[in-house]
């Protein structure tokens, strides 16, 4: 089944970039990614690294697709077995210009698949999806957003979440602020740590850097949240914490390097804490993020 799905997975994506650069209409994005990091303190849990390739392309101003694909591996610490996962991601969008609103209107929804070879079964054969809808007005100095997400575990587990967003554009629109909260549900707490539910508020900041200042850097950003989540579905990276465990909390920098018009790297540091309530173990997660896009 793991081969399986990486094999569909590249036929659609090579499929799909076909098809989309047949039109001079489609703006196209094509980007590998690279995750590297280990946990500090964990009785279990020892590194974890992936690799991705993800491709998105937009039509004019009407709408877009993105189709996506990632390895990873996580490696545990003695007397317990590692974990090879992969993961498809399929997402569309459609933007809509009521006249009554001033202002651009864009559903999407984003479908998730994860497959992997935990023994256990339960974070393997994971299904979700995650519609969203999102307003900004023409003046673009802020945004509106509400995303729902349904996720079918194995082993008689669901999870339900709500996600809100609000978003403002300072400094001359050169700065955004996000905030987004994460209301999560299950109907299984026996496979959520004991909870049924966790909130959590997520900040991020990113601003625009003259390119003349310091370096090629293009913008710097930020990230931070606070509170508590499991089983969460992330739609600013469009993945899935499919692992149960309680995150408790992150805090991330990073930056967008521009290499030319149409290349650029994007890196980030980030620290995040969990908890593994069964067996009552803190720890921590450090891990280094890379993404290499090129646009045309």
Not at 136 to 141: E, K, N, Q, R, T
Not at 148 to 176: C, D, H, M, R
């Amino acid at each position: 089944m793991l081969k399986k799905i990486t094999t569909l997975s590249a036929i659609s994506l090579i499929t799909a970039t076909t098809s989309a650069s047949a039109a001079d209409s489609w703006k196209n994005t094509v980007s590998i990614s690279g995750l590297g990091g280990n946990y500090y303190q964990s009785y279990k849990r020892n590194t974890y690294d992936g690799v991705g390739i993800k491709f998105s392309g937009d039509y004019l101003d009407q709408g877009g697709l993105t189709i996506g694909v990632k390895n990873s591996t996580i490696e545990f610490n003695l007397g317990y077995d590692d974990i090879q996962q992969n993961s498809l991601l399929l997402s569309g969008r459609y933007n809509f210009f009521p006249d009554v609103i001033n202002g651009k209107l864009t559903a999407s929804t984003d479908i998730h698949y994860i497959d992997n070879d935990d023994v256990t079964g339960d974070s393997d054969d994971v299904y979700a999806i995650a519609p969203q809808i999102t307003y900004l007005p023409y003046s673009a100095d802020y945004t509106l957003n509400l995303g729902v997400a349904y996720t079918k575990y194995q082993n008689e587990l669901s999870v339900t979440q709500i996600t809100p967003n609000v978003g403002f554009a300072f400094n001359g629109n050169k700065g955004w602020l996000n905030i987004g909260g994460y209301f999560i549900s299950n109907d299984n707490a026996n496979r959520a740590q004991g909870v049924d539910s966790t909130e959590a508020v997520e900040f991020s900041v990113s601003h625009a850097i003259s390119k003349d200042i310091f370096l090629p850097i293009n913008y710097v950003l930020g990230g931070l949240m606070l509170g508590e989540r499991i089983y969460a579905v992330d739609n600013t990276s469009q993945s899935v914490y499919n692992v149960a465990n309680v995150q408790k909390g992150s805090v991330s920098l990073g930056c967008s390097w521009d290499f030319g018009s149409n290349i650029s790297l994007l890196t980030i540091l980030g620290h995040e804490k969990f908890l593994d309530a069964d067996i009552n173990d803190e720890y921590s997660s450090n891990y280094v993020y890379l993404n290499l896009s090129k646009k045309w």
